[in-house]
């Protein structure tokens, strides 16, 4: 089969719970032009079928208006059901990933008999470009989408933001974030990106590390832990300049404790095993593995055409935080199926996988 490149392409992670829990779990699209919706869905890993929740009690999206704000205006979230509300209405809880950014209240109620209901976001002022997580749960289900919150736009200039702003990778783990570039007004320059410094026993790359004018654009951070590396936070900071004005933005790494390479069991995340998960007669690229207790962990995936996790086909994630018990699980790509020529990096939590080339990766 030939190797398609949808750099844009709308596409589904699902995962799968060994000890038989299913969790039905949704996400929306993000506020990036360029970032992909997607969803969860689960299923028993023995080959047996589960019995999905009535779809009248699940949580199907979450719509932001608008999806980008300036810091200090509001936005409004538009959760919807897959049916209507029962009797008694659906209380829908509500979380910000960045309260101190955006600020979502603790739950919004869809009245009895109809399908949707709205709360309002309020942001505040910041410097530099943040994207936020809204989501919303309910009976087991969950959706969300990212909220993008801007400094105040200048007449001509540009801006630049992390994406995630905080990464999570054990000591001999390797990681990636984003940092985007937006031109505004007429400006009209290429942009060349720094880092301003490394800290002792981690490496940062930049790919590019020059942006093309007019100046919007996303350079690949490549984060490298050392396997001595000191357990803590660091600051990762970019420097973006057009040669006479500089901006900058500022990833958040925690180094935390056990082995790197997706490898180790020095936190609740265990080791990350690229594998490729089978139903309905397809193959899916995916992540085994088992958690060491139950624990909210940020997820994060790239899948890459290739296989040397150089050429970006999409990504997934994006540092959100996931509720996931002392189970296994299996994560995968649904979009891209029996396409053997791909490869991926998965972030869970405190583990980071390696390079996983799915031509040669064996079956879950």
Not at 14 to 29: D, E, K, N, P, R
Not at 89 to 108: E, F, Q, R, Y
Not at 265 to 271: D, H, L, M, R, Y
Request: hydrophobic residues 40%.
């Amino acid at each position: 089969m030939a190797l398609l490149q949808h750099p844009n392409a709308k596409f589904r992670l699902f995962f799968l719970l060994f000890a038989g829990l299913v969790w039905f779990l949704g996400c929306g699209s993000s506020s990036q032009p360029s970032t992909p919706q997607g969803s969860f869905a689960g299923g028993t890993s023995d080959g047996t079928t589960s019995t999905p929740a009535k779809a009248a009690d699940r949580v199907s999206k979450v719509a932001l208006s608008p999806n980008t704000v300036v810091g200090g205006t509001s936005s409004k979230a538009t959760v919807t059901l897959t049916q209507a509300a029962p009797a008694g209405g659906a209380k829908i809880s509500l979380k910000s990933a960045a309260p101190a950014i955006a600020k979502v209240p603790a739950s919004v109620t869809v009245a009895q008999g109809k399908t949707s209901a709205t709360a309002a976001i309020t942001t505040s002022a910041v410097t530099s470009g943040a994207a936020v997580s809204i989501t919303a749960s309910y009976n087991n289900s969950m959706a969300g989408a990212n909220l993008t919150v801007t400094p105040p736009a200048t007449s001509s200039g540009f801006t630049v933001s992390a994406s995630p702003s905080s990464l999570t990778l054990a000591p001999g783990a390797s990681g990636t974030a984003e940092f985007i570039t937006k031109a505004t007004g007429s400006f009209d320059k290429p942009l060349l990106l720094g880092v301003a410094s490394d800290p002792a026993g981690i490496s940062a790359n930049l790919n590019p590390a020059v942006i093309a004018a007019p100046g919007s654009g996303t350079s690949q951070l490549q984060l490298t832990v050392a396997d001595n590396a000191t357990a803590g936070d660091y600051s990762i900071k970019v420097n973006v300049t057009d040669g006479t004005t500089t901006h900058a933005a500022t990833l958040q790494l925690t180094v935390g404790n056990g082995s790197g390479s997706g490898g180790g069991s020095g936190g609740p995340v265990g080791t990350l095993h690229g594998c490729w998960y089978h139903s309905g007669g397809n193959e899916y690229q995916a992540v085994k593995f088992s958690m060491n207790s139950a624990a909210t962990v940020n997820f994060d995936a790239y899948l890459y055409f290739g296989a040397t996790c150089s050429q970006f086909a999409d990504r997934f994630g994006f540092g959100q935080p996931l509720s996931l018990g002392g189970f296994g699980y299996i994560f995968w790509f649904s979009d891209f199926k029996n396409q053997t020529g791909t490869s991926a990096i998965w972030t869970v939590g405190n583990q980071t996988s390696q390079c996983v080339d799915y031509s040669t990766a064996p079956d879950c």
